[in-house]
């Protein structure tokens, strides 16, 4: 589904991922841990499109495959007095375009993602009347209308509470039943046992991936963390890893 081929991604010309290699097989559910400064919201960035690599290159197959991006709640302006119906339409954008009309259909499937997050009834109700748990089942009502192929999620469960998550969790696990690959940055280590079956260990560059049970041992946990403190912010560009 993805292959990353010698990617770099970064911002300024300094790099913030290195030369990674990864191929995500279709229908994977894969967890993209690591710590602070490791690059996983950076890498989510360049998958979906807003940071254009340094170098490598980021393939999809297929390469017209509709994809679903979900930032963190701290990048979203939640003032504009936008409905909860209105925003989880939204995710029939690819349908009806800028100047189109819901049709009773279209209408009807907004009720249903709403009501597959626990939220008819909150239609008329506005973002910021939402608490942190309710705004972020609006916005994966809105991910389920994209009907997307590949799903990319930075930090969903942040500030949300554990009956939201466990909620939002069975949303994600029915996506990959239905064949679709996510890709879930998370902090959480605990819920990534719990739920992923594989996980991609970042520390500026790939530390190891795989089964969880075999990337998330103490050793790589601790190699990780001495790679990102020894991560020099004003480097230059390096080589290609295949010059």
């Not at 954008?93 to 909150?122: D, M």
């Not at 799903?151 to 696990?173: H, R």
């Not at 029915?174 to 819920?191: F, I, K």
């Not at 990780?224 to 080589?239: H, Q």
């Amino acid at each position: 589904m993805l292959h990353l081929h010698d990617l770099t991604l970064g911002y300024d010309r300094h790099p913030a991922v290195h030369h990674l290699e990864l191929a995500v097989a279709a229908g994977s559910l894969l967890a993209v841990v690591g710590p602070n400064g490791a690059g996983k919201s950076t890498l989510l960035k360049g998958v979906a499109g807003l940071l254009r690599p340094m170098s490598g290159s980021i393939v999809c197959v297929p390469a017209d495959a509709r994809m679903a991006y979900l930032p963190q709640q701290a990048e979203i302006d939640r003032s504009f007095p936008l409905s909860v119906f209105d925003t989880v339409a939204m995710g029939l954008w690819h349908e009806i375009g800028a100047l189109g009309r819901l049709s009773p259909q279209q209408r009807a499937r907004c009720h249903q993602a709403l009501e597959a997050v626990g939220l008819l009834g909150f239609e008329r109700r506005t973002l910021d009347t939402l608490s942190g748990g309710q705004f972020q089942r609006v916005l994966f009502a809105r991910l389920m209308l994209r009907d997307a192929a590949l799903i990319l999620l930075d930090e969903p469960f942040a500030a949300v509470d554990e009956a939201t998550t466990e909620a939002l969790m069975g949303l994600v696990q029915a996506w990959r039943a239905q064949g679709r690959t996510v890709l879930v940055v998370l902090h959480d280590l605990e819920l990534v046992w719990r739920h992923f079956p594989q996980t991609l260990l970042l520390a500026r560059e790939a530390v190891a991936f795989g089964a969880t049970a075999d990337v998330l041992t103490p050793k790589h946990l601790q190699r990780s963390r001495s790679m990102v403190e020894a991560f020099d912010e004003t480097a230059s560009a390096c080589e290609s890893a295949r010059a």
